[in-house]
C-alpha cells in the first residue's frame, strides 16, 4: 500500500508543471479573448485609425488590466479546482440517482461555485471596459435617490446563470482526455482547437439563452423584486419581464456574447489540459534497484499499473507503443536478461501488466455481454445458485430482471448471520430476507422509482469504452514487439509467452463481436454514443490488426505453437485473409 501511494504521489510531480502550464495558457488565451471582444465593441466602420487607437488605449490602459487581473485569479483558481478532475479515476455513475449525488459533493459543490463566479466576473468585466458605469447596478435618479438599471441586472444575473446551467450539465457527461491520432505539439493543438471551438460555442450558446430569457419572463419580477426590497432602491425604468422588454435585440447579442465568451473560457481551459496532459512522457525500462535514487525517474512498469492516476497510465501505453514502432534503442533493453540472474525482467514486468489489462476488459466486455443477453431472454424462474433466489416476477416487465441484475446484491451489503441454533430462527431469518426481496422487486416494478434508480447497460458500455485507449495501445504494442522480436529477439524472451498473447487478443475479440452484434445503442442513443461507437470501431479494428500482424510473421510457426485446436482454427481465418 505504501509503495503505491508514493507511486502515485510520483506520478503527480510529474504532472505538476504541466498542469502549471495549462493554467497559465488558459489564462492568456482569455486576455486574447478579451482583447477581440474590446475590438468589436469599439468598432468604427468609418474611423478605422480612431477604432485601432481606441482598442490599443482601452487594452492598454491600468484599469483594463486590473480587472483583467480580477479574472485571471477567479479562472486560475477555477483551474487548480479543476485540475483534479484530470488526476483521478472516472466515477462509475450507475443510474441517475447516483449522478445527482454525484453533483453535491464537495468538490463538485466548489467547481459549481467556481462556474457560477467566473460567469458573473466575466459579464461585470466586460460591461466595465465598456463604461465604468456599465459594471454598476445603480444609478442616482431623482435627486439623492438611487435606482436599479435593469439591463445591467439582467446581463449580470445571465452570467451568474451560465455558470449554474454549465456545470449542471457537465455533470452528465464525464470529463475526459482524446489523444491526438498524430502527434502535435501544443501550440497546434490550441490553435486547431480555437479554430473549432469557436463556431462551437457560438451555437451551443443559443440554448442557455433562449432557456435563461424564458426563466426571466417567468421569475425576473421575483427576483427583481427581492433585489429592490433587500437595498431598498427604486426602478428607473419600465420593467424588463415583459414580452416586448426581452425582444430587445441589443440585450439578447450581450446575452449571447457574454454566454460565447463564457463556454470559451471553459472549453479552452478544457482544451489546455488536454494539449499539455497529452504530450509524450518517456519513461525507464529497467526497474529501479534498491540503492538507487527514487526521483531520478518513474519505471514504465510502474506506470502502467497506475490506475489510481490515468493519464500517467494512458501516457504510459503510449510510450509504450511508440518504442515498440519507432524506438530500436529502448527496445533492445526491453530484450536484454537481467544480471545475475538470467532472467527477461523488463520483458515479463510489461507483458504482465498489458496482459492483465485485455483480461480485464475482456472480462467487463462478457459480463456486459451475459447481462444483455439475459435481458433479451426475458424473466425466468429458474435460479442460479449463489446469484439469484427463485423469484417470479407478477408484473410482467422485462427490463426488471436487468434491474436486478445490474444493481448490486443487495443481500451482500448485510452482514453474514451468526449461525443458528434452531430451526426456528433460521425460518424467521429466510421469511424475512424473502420478503425484503419482494419489497424491491415492488419498487422496482414501479416506472419512475426504476428511471431513478435503474443501472442501465448502456451506461454501462460507455462506460467501459471510455477507458479503452489504453487496451488499444496495449495490443499495438504488445503485437509490435512480438514482430519486431523475430529480428531483434536474440534470446528469445518474448516467444515463450507468444501463445498467451494470442490466447488474450483472440478472446477479447471474440467478446468485442459478441457485443457488437448485440446493437446496445440502437434504441437508446445519447450525444457522445457517436464517440463510444467510434472507439468500440477503432478497437476492434486494432485487435484484428494486431492478430494479421502475428499470424502473417508468424504463419510458418503457427503449428509449432502449443495451442490449442480451436485457437488454431480461430487463426485459420486470419491466416487466410478471410476475417
Sequence with gaps: MTSELSTSAKCKEHLIWRMFMAIVTSVCVQFIFMTFVILIVNFRIMHPLTWIINTWNAVTCFRTWSYFLILATVIFLQGVICSKDYLTAPVYRKSRFSIVCNMFKPHNLLVGGLHILVGGVLVWLHLSLQDERLGLLTVNCDGEETCLVEENFFLLLGGFWIGFYFFVKSNFHTTHLQFPIVPRSKFSQIKGGIGYL?????????????????FYYIDGGYCRETVLSIFSIKMKDVPLDTLYGLLNISLFFYTWLFTTLFLLTTYTMHLSFEAHLTQRMVFDIEQQSLFADQSSGMCLADALATDQVPIIQHLAYYDLVTLAQKEKPRRSILFTLSTPGGRPCNWNSIAVKCMGLLNSFTLEVNQACATNHKLLSGPTNTSTPGKLSETSYPYKMRNLTAARLLAPNLDSTIPPLPKQNSNGDLFITQFLRSKRQEFITYLLSVPMIRYVFEETLEEKIR?????????????????????ISLKEDQYGVIQQDLPTIIRTLLSLKEALDKLHKANIFVKKSQSDDKEIRQMMMCLISTIKRSIYRITTTFKDYIEDLPLEPDIIGQLQSFLSYRE
Design 463 to 483: 462506460y467501459i469504452f471510455r477507458n479503452a485507449q489504453p487496451v488499444i495501445w496495449a495490443a499495438e504494442g504488445i503485437s509490435s514487439l512480438i514482430v
Design 198 to 214: 469557436l463556431p462551437h460555442a457560438a451555437m451551443n450558446a443559443l440554448s442557455p439563452v433562449l432557456c435563461f430569457i424564458f
